[in-house]
Nanobody, 118 residues
Framework: VQLQASGGGLVQAGGSLRLSCAAS????????MGWFRQAPGKERDFVAF????????YYIGSVRGRFTISRDDAKNTVYLQMNNLEPEDTAVYYC????????????WGQGTQVTVSS
C-alpha cells in the first residue's frame, strides 16, 4: 500500500489542523492505520492508531482529548483531527499502515510538517 500524507501547515497555538493520509494499493480496510510524529532532535513518537474495526488508541497523554483519529474506508483515507494545538505539537507527522497480523508498521507515508507558533 502507498500512503500520501497531507494537511500540515503553520498554525497559532490554540488552532486546529486536520491531517489526511490517502492510501492506494491493497484493500485499505484490512489495515490498522497509525499516526506518528517526530520533533526536531527527538525520537519518533507513536501518536494514535485505528484498526479495521474502528477501535482507536492514543499513546501520547498530552494529545488525548485534543486529537481524534478516524478513517473513511470508502475514501481509503485516515484522518487526524488536531484541536487546541500547542507549540509542543510541532513535528513532522507520518501516517503508517500494518496488517492485523503484523507487529510493526510496514508502510509509511512521506510526512507532513506541522508547526505551531506561540
Amino acid at each position: 500500500v502507498q500512503l500520501q500524507a497531507s494537511g500540515g501547515g503553520l498554525v497559532q497555538a490554540g488552532g486546529s489542523l486536520r491531517l489526511s493520509c490517502a492510501a492506494s494499493g491493497r484493500t485499505f480496510e484490512d489495515y490498522t492505520m497509525g499516526w506518528f510524529r517526530q520533533a526536531p532532535g527527538k525520537e519518533r513518537d507513536f501518536v494514535a492508531f485505528i484498526n479495521r474495526n474502528g477501535v482507536t488508541g492514543y499513546y501520547i497523554g498530552s494529545v488525548r482529548g485534543r486529537f481524534t483519529i478516524s478513517r473513511d474506508d470508502a475514501k481509503n483515507t485516515v484522518y487526524l483531527q488536531m484541536n487546541n494545538l500547542e507549540p509542543e505539537d510541532t513535528a513532522v507527522y507520518y501516517c503508517a499502515a500494518r496488517l492485523s497480523y503484523q507487529r510493526e508498521y510496514s508502510y509509511w507515508g512521506q510526512g507532513t510538517q506541522v508547526t505551531v507558533s506561540s
